[in-house]
């Protein structure tokens, strides 16, 4: 159908919207693009994640912004696709409907990520050794930044764990609250979410324990468990900074060393009893949307492996039979999964929904949107990767191959070349971290390390310019380059200990760049633009 408007001659010059009941809608600026809808998303996009639309905020109705951004519907509707596949606005149906802003969270990133690395055959193992990366420090960060008020709040959760010991999902449940709290009281936004992805991963292992109706083994999780958290609490009370990360380390490693008591710490992780659970429990509470319990089954036929990519499902009057659930209520179901990249629907003689298989590029791009809509800094990014990098460097020493040592050797000479030339050094800093983290051979460590490439490369032609008025940057680039060729050295010779710290000492480095300019304080959502 043509546009009577011509939509391709607003691709420069959107009419403003008027403001009507609501302020927040205002002109939107004059840019060059390609695409109307793209245009149309980005704006609404940033009106989301910065908080000038809150979430459960009802967007105008359809036709009503048609008529006031004068665009066609199709037009609106593209960009309203865009943003639903961004898990920033619900399109809800029926009388009342219509697109509704949401605040993206981490449920949806915990569940795509999970499914991404059952796929990739993830073990306990390689997920403890992630959190085993992760967590212990940010433990001792909690000792040193916690409130009176946050510790009252841990201990409020610690109760509830003791409460729930007798109920393995309630008590599941309990334990991520517990861990959540810990991470987000550390005071680093970027941890938060990065350990959030995987908490309900490792809840969905535990629960496979004390949930199988082995009443000796869930006594022995639940236990330790709650000693670990106890330990941990105690070293947090006493502001010991140190013996908080012991504590949470070894409430890790005792409570995985339980799991690994049932022989299944080398076979792969699997989320699909935790997701049933959950999804019985919402309905014998409520009666709870049907498209979202028939997108739960499909999404664990996918994880089981039952359903892969390219698959097609049936005609949807047959898995409407199968479901038993009206066509309406199917279509919405396959349209979740649809916004969680699962599916591929397509209409036509050819159409239907094809399974698509999960990505490290979706993953990290859901995950950096919720590091926009936090209000991440780039300092906050930057201390994180302070945390997170140097034992992951352990670990890339102690597994390098010839090859990979090889490749670290040439990247090395790349920066020792560019190091009065910042956008190239940048570029060689980057290419050494993607060769490093190739090597670890983890896919959870993986999936950390394509979250922070993502954010990084989005905010790196900011910190490059920025970079450019900083008359001792040449001087910084030096240093880290130096650190990166100590580093190279270290892993040759599959010293972690030294690798690790040769790391840290290269963040050291680079932080006066960040810390002691206006650039640390901007936002991630600000400087990916």
């Given at each position: ?261 049932r022989n299944i710490s080398r076979q792969p992780i699997d989320i699909v009893p935790l997701w049933r659970a959950l999804a019985g429990q919402s309905a014998a509470e409520s009666a709870p949307r049907r ?239």
């Amino acid at each position: 159908m043509t546009n009577p408007t011509g939509d391709s001659e607003r691709a420069n010059n959107l009419a403003a919207i008027p403001p009507s009941d609501d302020s927040r809608w205002r002109a939107l600026p004059r840019r060059n693009t390609q695409k109307v809808p793209h245009l149309l998303a980005a704006d609404l996009r940033r009106e989301i994640l910065s908080g000038q639309l809150v979430a459960d905020q009802q967007l105008p109705s359809e036709a009503e912004l048609v008529a006031r951004l004068r665009i066609s519907r199709e037009t609106l509707r593209e960009a309203l696709r865009i943003l639903e596949s961004q898990q920033l606005i619900e399109i809800r149906r029926g009388r009342g409907g219509g697109a509704v802003v949401r605040r993206p969270g981490l449920e949806g990133v915990g569940r795509y990520v999970a499914l991404l690395l059952q796929l990739r055959e993830t073990t306990l193992a390689h997920l403890e050794e992630a959190r085993s990366v992760i967590e212990p420090p940010v433990a001792e960060q909690v000792a040193l930044r916690a409130s009176d008020d946050d510790l009252d709040r841990l201990a409020t959760l610690h109760a509830a764990e003791r409460a729930a010991q007798d109920d393995p999902l309630a008590f599941v449940t309990a334990v991520g609250r517990f861990d959540q709290a810990v991470t987000r009281f550390s005071g680093n936004r970027t941890i938060e979410v990065i350990a959030g992805v995987f908490r309900d991963i490792y809840a969905g292992q535990v629960y496979s324990v004390i949930g199988s109706g082995d009443a000796a083994s869930a006594e022995r999780v639940a236990r330790r468990v709650m000693l670990g958290h106890s330990a941990f609490l105690d070293a947090v009370r006493g502001r010991e900074a140190s013996p908080a990360g012991k504590a949470w380390r070894d409430y890790l490693h005792t409570t995985s060393r339980i799991l690994v008591g049932r022989n299944i710490s080398r076979q792969p992780i699997d989320i699909v009893p935790l997701w049933r659970a959950l999804a019985g429990q919402s309905a014998a509470e409520s009666a709870p949307r049907r498209a979202t319990v028939v997108a739960t089954e499909i999404r664990t036929r996918i994880a089981e492996g039952s359903l892969g990519e390219g698959d097609r499902l049936p005609p949807q009057a047959e898995l409407a039979d199968e479901f038993g659930v009206s066509r309406p209520t199917l279509r919405e179901a396959l349209r979740i999964l649809e916004m969680e990249y699962l599916l591929d629907l397509r209409t036509g003689d050819r159409g239907g929904a094809t399974i698509l298989r999960p990505s490290t590029r979706v993953a990290a791009q859901l995950s950096g949107i919720v590091l926009e809509a936090r209000g991440t800094t780039l300092a906050d990014f930057s201390r994180a990767l302070r945390l997170i990098e140097p034992p992951i460097m352990g670990l890339v020493a102690l597994r390098s191959s010839p090859e990979q040592l090889a490749t670290l050797a040439a990247v090395a000479a790349d920066m020792a070349a560019a190091v009065d030339d910042t956008a190239r050094f940048v570029k060689a800093w980057q290419d050494g971290e993607r060769a490093a983290f190739s090597a670890v051979e983890n896919p959870a460590l993986t999936v950390i390390a394509e979250i922070l490439h993502w954010v990084r490369a989005g905010v790196d032609p900011a910190v490059t310019a920025d970079a450019k008025s900083v008359p001792w940057v040449a001087t910084t680039n030096r240093r880290a380059q130096a650190g990166f060729a100590d580093f190279v050295a270290a892993a040759a010779e599959h010293d972690a200990a030294r690798a690790s710290r040769v790391w840290a000492e290269c963040f050291s480095a680079l932080a006066p760049w960040i810390e002691d300019s206006e650039l640390g304080a901007r936002l991630v959502l600000d400087l990916i633009g």
